[in-house]
């Protein structure tokens, strides 16, 4: 009997996650917005991690940023990572002022460069979960 291979790239969904990934399967990535202080943060977390007010809302990213740094990786034995080989793991900061870990899609790495514009785009990684990535801007 087949086994399917083990996966280490899905999260483990709670109850307090799910918006953010029912959003995420509808083109959206939310993040956490204060209304004590203003501030935005990434993960939301239900108290901001600036003032620790608990009076947080969500709101969805316009999906436009730019690249902080990235590297390409070459070696990862995890499946499915080690089918995907090689790919580029970055840092993006968004407009809205928070920087998030993601990969970047649809370019070869001798194209990026420090501080070029990036939009977002969602890839479904399987039935319940799908992930923010980033390309180039207009492309
Ligand atoms: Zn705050």
Same mark, same amino acid.
């Given at each position: 009997?087949? +086994?399917?291979?083990?996966?280490?790239?899905?999260?483990?969904?709670?109850?307090e996650?799910?918006?953010?990934w029912?959003?995420l399967?509808e083109?959206?990535l939310?993040?956490?917005k204060?209304?004590?202080?203003?501030?935005?943060?990434?993960?939301?977390?239900?108290?901001?991690?600036?003032?620790w007010s608990?009076?947080v809302?969500?709101?969805?990213?316009?999906g436009?940023?730019?690249l902080?740094?990235?590297s390409?990786?070459?070696?990862?034995?995890?499946?499915?990572?080690?089918a995907k080989?090689?790919y580029?793991?970055?840092?993006?900061?968004?407009?809205?002022?928070?920087?998030?870990?993601?990969?970047?899609?649809?370019?070869?790495?001798?194209?990026? +460069?420090?501080?070029?514009?990036?939009?977002?785009g969602?890839?479904?990684? +399987?039935d319940d979960?799908?992930?923010?990535?980033?390309?180039?801007?207009? +492309?």
């Open positions: 009997m087949a +086994s399917a291979a083990p996966r280490f790239d899905l999260p483990t969904i709670e109850p996650t799910q918006p953010f029912d959003a399967k083109g959206k939310l993040l956490g204060c209304n004590g202080c203003g501030r935005v943060h990434y993960y939301p977390r239900p108290m901001c991690p600036h003032c608990e009076d809302t969500l709101v969805a990213a316009a436009r940023g730019t902080y740094t990235w390409t990786v070459f070696v990862n034995d995890l499946p499915p990572f080690n080989l090689p580029i793991a970055a840092q993006v900061d968004l407009e809205e002022g928070v920087r998030i870990t993601t990969i970047i899609v649809d370019v070869p790495p001798e194209k990026l +460069s420090i501080g070029m514009a990036v939009d977002i969602f890839e479904p990684i +399987s979960v799908t992930i923010p990535v980033f390309r180039p801007a207009g +492309s």
